[in-house]
């Protein structure tokens, strides 16, 4: 998938505050898995429930590697149970396709045309043995909203907290 092509994927009718979780993969789907995923993935998302009504939401495999799921919750927000499911179901796709989603101590990051990913405390030792750099493109899985996904999921290393964090540690 070309880098900028996954924002056109993005439901357009939704508002920039809805809501988002971003779910990375310890490997990436490969295309039969992804095919099937996908399918799942839009049956979830057509039976995605809050407060006894269908969910404004939106869910797609990107990059082969991260599940994101998008609710556009400003007129009737989620309920605790609806984000439950979501995590639930999650978890159900993590025992399927045997494949870590929660682990948020790995991060991941674009060199060229491949995603590698490192452990959050190892990140140092990527960038001392030149496996990424300053420029190096990070995948900002914390981000919440679909602004900040469209302008802040995948950002130049120097530009992040994990890049501020480590580029410092380099530098003394």
């Not at 979501?86 to 396709?97: A, D, L």
């Amino acid at each position: 998938m070309n880098i900028q092509h996954w924002k056109s994927l993005l439901p357009q009718d939704f508002s920039p505050e809805s809501r988002v979780w971003v779910y990375q993969s310890s490997r990436a789907f490969a295309e039969p898995e992804s095919a099937k995923l996908e399918n799942l993935l839009n049956e979830y998302c057509s039976q995605w429930i809050s407060h006894n009504r269908p969910v404004k939401g939106w869910v797609k495999l990107l990059f082969n590697r991260f599940i994101v799921f998008i609710s556009d919750d400003t007129q009737d927000r989620l309920c605790g149970s609806a984000i439950d499911g979501s995590i639930r179901f999650v978890k159900e796709i993590e025992h399927e396709f045997n494949a870590e989603l929660l682990n948020r101590m790995t991060l991941a990051f674009l060199e060229g045309d491949e995603i590698k990913l490192f452990p959050v405390n190892k990140v140092h030792i990527a960038l001392e043995k030149g496996l990424i750099n300053e420029d190096t493109l990070y995948f900002n899985n914390t981000v919440t909203t679909k602004a900040s996904l469209e302008n802040n999921w995948i950002i130049p290393l120097k530009d992040s907290w994990v890049g501020k964090k480590n580029l410092q540690q380099k530098a003394v």
